[in-house]
């Protein structure tokens, strides 16, 4: 089943096209990353998907086209985010973060989930987020976007920041999300290596346009022609 299906998307801000039309699909169980360098529209892509800013252009989900719903609409029909930057409340507890992303009051199993994935921030949570490690801090983000449940993960740039052990860390973790959930994921990254570990397909986004895209199987070897702009 085709999860996510975008025809020709542009997005702008008030008149500057960022998004210059694109096409792209993610299909249900895949592990999608959109690979671009600071600056292409990961970003604006995964705010256009949530109705965050101004676009032109089909945004399927599960066949149909929400791309004129209200944020809030397109949230309760199972997309949710694991945003740049975290956007974690420094001064909640972890848990208490981890449930403000719950869409019930029934979220025990789904915690426990969270916990089993990322069990670091077991052990830390009732600290406030602002004193954890960066690392600790995606592990809250990410495990705050699965409460919810959703059919459609997004992940803006998982990686930021992060040491690359910590990185090979959130790798492990996406790799069991994937193996255990069957969750569909669309993740936007700069780090090439984290993107071809974990996904089944990759685009290249530069300037807002798609310039390459291929299964990551199919895309090996060839860094040097799509990537050199990374
Ligand atoms: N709120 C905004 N207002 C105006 N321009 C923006 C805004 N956010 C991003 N841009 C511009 O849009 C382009 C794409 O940004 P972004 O989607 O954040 O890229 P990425 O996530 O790939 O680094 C950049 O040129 C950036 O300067
Ligand atoms: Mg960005």
Redesign the pocket.
């Known amino acids: 089943m085709r999860v996510l299906d975008i025809d020709d998307l542009k997005a702008y ?2 008149k ?1 096209i ?1 998004l210059r039309g694109i096409n792209l699909f993610v299909d249900e169980g895949e592990t999608v990353a959109i690979l ?10 995964l ?1 256009s998907i949530l109705g965050l800013v101004r676009t032109e252009g089909i945004i399927r989900f599960l066949g149909r086209d929400i791309a004129k719903l209200k944020t809030i609409d397109r949230i309760r029909m199972g997309i949710s985010i694991s945003p ?1 930057g975290r956007h974690l409340f420094p001064n909640m507890s972890v848990e208490d973060n981890l449930i403000l992303g719950a869409r019930g009051n029934d979220y025990r199993d789904r915690l426990e989930f969270v916990y089993e994935l990322f069990p670091e921030i077991r052990r830390r949570r009732n600290n406030p987020c602002k004193n954890l490690s960066g690392g600790e801090q995606q592990m809250v983000a990410i495990g705050r976007a699965l409460m919810a449940e959703p059919t459609l993960l997004l992940m ?2 998982p990686s930021m920041g992060l040491a690359p052990i910590v990185i090979n860390r959130i790798r492990d973790a996406l790799l069991r999300i994937r193996g255990e959930t069957g969750l569909t994921i669309l993740m ?1 990254e700069q780090n090439i290596r984290l993107a071809f570990e974990v996904s089944d397909r990759i685009y290249v ?1 530069v300037k ?1 346009d798609i310039v390459g895209e291929g299964t990551t199987d199919s895309l090996r070897g060839l860094e040097k022609q799509y990537f050199e702009q990374i």
């Not at 671009?36 to 892509?45: F, S, V």
């Open positions: 801000y008030g500057a960022v671009g360098p600071n600056g292409a529209g990961k970003t604006t892509l705010k740049e803006d740039e936007v986004l807002g």
